[in-house]
């Protein structure tokens, strides 16, 4: 799949642009500030239908506009097709494929892209949120009718813990609140079909994320990738009770964890779960197991990546993620090569590393890169050079090819 044409009104610091893409690397370049990193965040908005960098749509508005647009035309092979997405600043954003009004959840269907930002090393070192929202948006790029499951999970956790919240404030103990067990159903329901579909990820995961590390790394540091599931027992950190879910993980993956688990007996454990925390959900007012409470567990030498690998290596395996992510939906799609995104990522890599990664991300059919110096990207990378300044593609960097 290639980006040939993206086009921008109101979106960030840009009121209008407009640039060209071809195959193979494309390099933004610009001072912090000025509007490259938009451009890829515009790219990758049609595959995840969100931001790398906010966790809502607002802020991709312009200020002062009440709604962006994101126009992109990609080809597949011999095909064109025509994306567009009117990003809201206040309610429900609209989608268009080839000028036809469709759901926003449709457009990944149409757009693969693989982003690496330097805020992925939250996905390493930070809370489980972020590792969930990794695997999750890569299970919606590889299954998109997972973003409805997804959705209709959250809403139900949402409905069933404003349940418990009002229990705990009436003083309801026990199992005095038969109306949790409708709740509980649909929890169960659908939260066995995130889970499941989490186990299956990490299990495919496994192979590529090992190979690229190696690949970047220069080194076999053994990278393990696993979940740790609340629902078997596991805690993952976010419970007051303490505890890490490295120390829990052996026998929390003892059943469920494993990857040829059936869904039923997911679903048996995940009843279990909630009939054993009743009494402290309904004590807490908050819905105690589920997917929304486990963590994906990363390892390197047998050791968990957070608190104990080094910063190369922690760069090193957030890296090989999206490496991997990358050779998933490649292996899956008939789109071609996702579109390997790489956000102000060289300027944080050694020497070594810059060109191991150039290397990999030269076989990918497009790469869009970011650099606030040209001399940072590699020079492999470097056939096709736009400066960026202050919400305007300028043109041409002079003397590309050339270091900084």
């Not at 970047?216 to 979940?227: F, K, L, M, N, S």
């Not at 890296?319 to 008939?334: C, V």
């Amino acid at each position: 799949m290639i980006v040939e044409h993206l086009s921008l009104v109101d979106f960030r610091n840009y009121a209008a642009a407009d640039v060209e893409l071809g195959p193979g690397p494309n390099v933004f370049v610009g001072r912090n500030g000025q509007g490259k990193t938009n451009l890829a965040e515009a790219i990758g908005f049609f595959a995840t239908l969100g931001s790398h960098r906010v966790s809502n749509d607002a802020p991709m508005v312009r200020d002062g506009a009440d709604a962006a647009i994101i126009r992109a035309r990609l080809a597949h092979g011999e095909r064109r097709v025509q994306l567009e997405a009117q990003v809201n600043r206040q309610g429900s954003n609209k989608a268009r494929v080839n000028g036809a009004p469709v759901k926003p959840a449709e457009l990944p269907r149409y757009a693969q892209v693989v982003l690496f930002a330097p805020e992925d090393l939250q996905i390493v070192r930070g809370d489980p949120s972020a590792r969930r929202r990794f695997a999750d948006q890569l299970l919606v790029q590889r299954a998109p009718r997972m973003a409805g499951v997804i959705a209709d999970y959250d809403r139900v956790l949402k409905q069933r813990t404003a349940l418990l919240k009002s229990a705990k404030a009436r003083g309801i103990r026990g199992d005095a609140l038969s109306t949790l067990d409708v709740w509980d159903d649909k929890l169960v329901s659908l939260g066995t079909q995130l889970i499941a579909a989490r186990l299956v990820l990490a299990a495919d995961l496994a192979t590529p994320l090992a190979a690229a590390y190696t690949a970047i790394a220069g080194a076999d540091h053994q990278p393990e990738i696993e979940w740790a599931l609340s629902v078997a027992g596991a805690d993952t950190g976010e419970d007051a009770d303490g505890g890490s879910a490295a120390a829990s993980s052996t026998a929390a993956h003892a059943d469920a964890g494993r990857t040829d688990a059936s869904t039923s007996r997911i679903a048996e454990l995940f009843r279990q779960a909630l009939s054993a925390k009743r009494a402290s959900e309904l004590e807490r007012g908050l819905t105690l197991v589920g997917p929304h409470r486990d963590d994906l567990l990363l390892r390197i030498r047998g050791l968990p990546v957070k608190g104990y690998a080094s910063h190369g290596e922690s760069w090193s395996v957030a890296l090989s993620l999206r490496l991997a992510s990358a050779e998933l939906l490649r292996a899956d799609s008939r789109l071609g090569d996702p579109v390997l995104i790489l956000d102000d990522v060289f300027a944080e890599l050694d020497t070594d590393r810059r060109a191991r990664l150039a290397h990999l991300a030269a076989d990918y059919e497009q790469v869009v890169v970011t650099a606030a110096v040209e001399g940072d990207v590699p020079k492999g990378l470097r056939a096709r050079m736009v400066r960026v300044e202050a919400g305007r593609i300028v043109g041409p960097v002079d003397g590309e090819g050339t270091d900084a």
